[in-house]
C-alpha cells in the first residue's frame, strides 16, 4: 500500500494534529510519512508510527516529491499556510507540481482533507 504524506506549515501543524487524531482509525491502516517537525508533533500527539523525513526547509518537502516520483505515495495532506511567506517556497511549489504531474490526491486544507478522507476510505474497501 502506498503511504500519505502528511505536511504543515507552522500555523496550520496543531490544525492538522486535530485532523490526523479525528481520522487516525483511517490514517494508522496506511504507511504516513512526514516533514520532521510535522511527524514529530503528530507522534507526540496523536501517538501514530509516522516516519519522519527531513523538515521542509531542508529539503523534506522534495524528499516527498521524490517518493512520489518513485510511485510510493498515493496522497498528500499539506496543510498550508497561504497568508504568510514561506521561506522555502520553491520547495513548496515543485511538490505541488509533482503531485499534478502524478495525479496523486492533494487536500490543502480541511475541506479538501475530509474529501480525501472518504477517499482513502473507499481505497481500504476495496483492498478488503
Not at 503511504?3 to 496506511?30: G, Y
Not at 500527539?45 to 523538515?55: F, G, N, R, T, Y
Not at 529539503?59 to 495532506?77: N, Y
Amino acid at each position: 500500500m502506498k503511504s500519505v504524506a502528511l505536511i504543515a506549515h507552522d500555523n496550520k501543524k496543531l490544525d492538522l494534529a486535530m485532523f490526523v487524531k479525528e481520522h487516525a482509525h483511517i490514517l494508522e491502516r496506511f504507511h504516513l510519512i512526514a516533514t520532521k517537525t510535522t511527524g514529530t508533533l503528530l507522534k507526540d500527539k496523536v501517538k501514530l508510527d509516522i516516519e519522519c523525513l527531513a523538515s521542509g526547509t531542508m529539503g523534506g518537502d522534495l524528499q516527498v516529491g521524490a517518493r512520489i516520483a518513485e510511485d510510493k505515495v498515493g496522497a498528500v495532506i499539506f496543510f498550508r499556510d497561504p497568508l504568510t511567506a514561506q521561506p522555502h517556497e520553491p520547495d513548496v511549489s515543485a511538490l505541488l507540481r509533482v503531485c499534478d504531474v502524478h495525479q496523486i490526491p492533494l487536500a490543502t486544507n480541511l475541506s479538501t482533507a475530509d474529501a480525501l478522507m472518504d477517499w482513502l476510505k473507499l481505497q481500504l474497501q476495496e483492498q478488503e
